[in-house]
């Protein structure tokens, strides 16, 4: 649906992004994290036609953003950092004017114009002059003007700035619901608004991608470079507790299993216990062939688990100094 290739953006010398490629499939939720100043803005205003690039394709829908900008446009739900509200206006004059824009039939204003209010959580603002509304409910407002045209595709930047932690939840279910029929798009630093809504998140850092984060009940199960490579932040460690063995004999043995990179002792120990951090490559899964070197040497096997990465450390290695 969102096909990004080689695209880089000069603001003068300064280079804002630098040859980024990803793509996001038809019915997809995306975040894009970053750090402030990382090139989110500036990717999501070429996706909307809003600015050319200097360099790289990128089509939406499969219509070229450069060369059928109009095509894109009709196709594609913008709703911009700083929300565009006539805010004299009431929320349905609004919202009508928007749709005429939009180049909505007029037969089809009324039915379009419900359906936006009614998705949006508006029916009970509809009449109220926007001026008027709380700063959560301008966000939905601006969400509705983004579906007025019943667009295939959103792009969302930062759509929960600046809200209260109530409001934030709100607009976060609405973005999953919307998500059910479009493919979405939307910037973020709000690690925990992106887990919980998102199935995937691309990291930019200084205009660079430096990773395509799979997610899984909000937890990152793997991770891609740009080159579609499995990066090593994502290698899970896994923590050994056994006892009645030698430390030396046992460091020795399971470095000798395929796929282990490492095995370090823990400095803590505690009656008889010995406990081992044991680095794998991401290449398989160690556990079974662990248990089973442990218990065919006697050893008695307290406790293995595997010590997790969390999404903020992940985020924080992927946008590192190093992570380039």
Not at 161 to 188: A, M, N, Y
Not at 240 to 265: C, R
Request: glycine share 6%.
């Amino acid at each position: 649906m969102i096909e990004v290739q080689n695209l880089s953006k000069n603001y003068g010398p300064f280079q804002a992004l630098k040859d980024i490629s990803f793509s996001v499939d038809k019915g997809q939720i995306v975040g894009f994290l970053g750090p402030n100043g990382a090139g989110k803005t500036t990717t999501m205003r070429i996706l909307t036609c809003f600015m050319p690039a200097s360099v790289g394709k990128v089509s939406v829908a499969g219509y070229d953003v450069f060369k059928e900008s109009r095509e894109v446009r009709k196709r594609i739900g913008y709703l911009p950092e700083n929300i565009p509200l006539y805010t004299e206006m009431t929320v349905t004059k609004y919202l009508s004017y928007m749709a005429k824009i939009r180049n909505v039939p007029r037969k089809h204003i009324k039915e379009r114009l419900d359906i936006a209010i009614e998705s949006c959580g508006l029916i009970e603002r509809r009449n109220q002059i926007i001026g008027q509304l709380s700063r959560g409910f301008r966000q939905r407002v601006g969400l509705a003007q983004a579906l007025i045209h019943e667009p295939e595709v959103l792009i969302l930047d930062e759509p929960t700035s600046g809200l209260d932690p109530r409001q934030i939840v709100e607009i976060r279910e609405l973005i999953k619901e919307l998500g059910k029929e479009r493919t979405i798009l939307f910037s973020t630093h709000i690690l925990p608004e992106a887990s919980q809504t998102c199935e995937r998140l691309l990291i930019i850092s200084k205009g660079k991608i430096t990773g395509d984060v799979q997610l899984s009940n909000g937890r990152a199960v793997s991770n891609l470079t740009p080159t579609n490579e499995e990066t090593d932040a994502l290698i899970k460690p896994f923590t050994l507790v056994v006892a009645d063995g030698e430390s030396d004999e046992i460091i020795e043995t399971l470095s000798n299993i395929p796929d282990v990179i490492s095995v370090e002792q823990s400095e803590v120990c505690t009656d008889d216990t010995l406990t081992f951090h044991i680095q794998s490559a991401p290449t398989g899964d160690i556990r079974a062939a662990v248990a089973k070197t442990v218990v065919d040497r006697g050893w008695n096997l307290l406790e293995m688990r595997t010590d997790e990465k969390s999404l903020e450390e992940l985020f924080l290695s992927l946008t590192s100094e190093t992570a380039e």
